[in-house]
């Protein structure tokens, strides 16, 4: 089964502090796309970050990056000096072959930083 | 800016009404995707579009219909809501395999 598995429902932070998100999922293909999306409380749902499989490379933006893991199937994300705008549901979520656009998601993981 | 809007925000629908979803993308994406999402399950694709008059199953399409006669629209239909459907819906629209633009999400309430 296609499936993304996220293993922390919730995660607390303080202002300035790093944070790392968890994120495992499953296919037996070997291209695939990645992608960490971020819901803050106003429902609208914004990317954050994505990954192409073929690239061993992590990619960032800003003070969001990645951990790829592919052999592990692993695809984390490390949020560097945190702000209080990053209080928000972070779902990690792929397109598991080439031959599909069906994006699927995980369960989400709900994070909140303190001043 | 892409733009994907739902027609409703919040929604009070009766039990065994017939209720339609709409979505529509101003981005010409081929991809459009209905999801529903609950608390502790995630998003949870209920079907999916990759072009007009074409879709896909996804993982919870019981109970649901889908509807797309053009490009820019794509329709999500409860035939005869339930209250297990109550529920947050979000409609989203990609181009193959950019990220994918979400609408603000309509919050379904079945009585």
């Known amino acids: 089964a296609q499936t993304v598995t996220q293993s922390q429902p919730e995660m607390s932070v303080q202002e300035a502090e790093t944070v790392t998100l968890s994120c495992t999922y499953d296919t037996s293909e070997s291209n695939y796309y990645l992608f960490w999306y971020k819901q803050p409380p106003s429902r609208q749902m914004i990317l954050v970050i994505r990954?192409?499989?073929?690239?061993?490379q992590n990619a960032t933006e800003n003070r969001f990056s990645v951990n790829f893991q592919k052999a592990a199937k692993s695809f984390s994300l490390k949020i560097s000096d945190s702000q209080l705008g990053d209080t928000a549901m972070y779902f990690c979520?792929?397109?598991?072959?080439?031959?599909?656009?069906?994006?699927?998601f995980g369960t989400g993981t709900r994070l909140q930083v303190f001043p | 800016d892409v733009k994907v809007t739902q027609s409703s925000r919040y929604l009070v629908k009766r039990t065994g009404e017939k209720v339609f979803l709409e979505c529509v993308q101003d981005?010409?994406?081929?991809?459009m995707f209905w999801y529903r999402q609950d608390p502790g399950l995630g998003l949870r694709l209920i079907y999916f579009s990759y072009d007009v008059k074409m879709k896909e199953k996804g993982d919870i399409p019981e109970g649901y219909s889908v509807s797309r006669e053009k490009k820019e629209r794509f329709s999500l239909i409860l035939e005869s809501a339930s209250t297990n459907q109550t529920s947050m819906y979000l409609c989203a629209s990609s181009s193959r395999p950019a990220e994918a633009f979400f609408g603000q999400g309509t919050r379904l309430t079945v009585v």
């Open positions: 979520a792929f397109i598991p072959s080439y031959n599909t656009d069906k994006l699927i």
């Open positions: 981005m010409d994406h081929e991809n």
């Open positions: 990954q192409e499989a073929y690239k061993q």
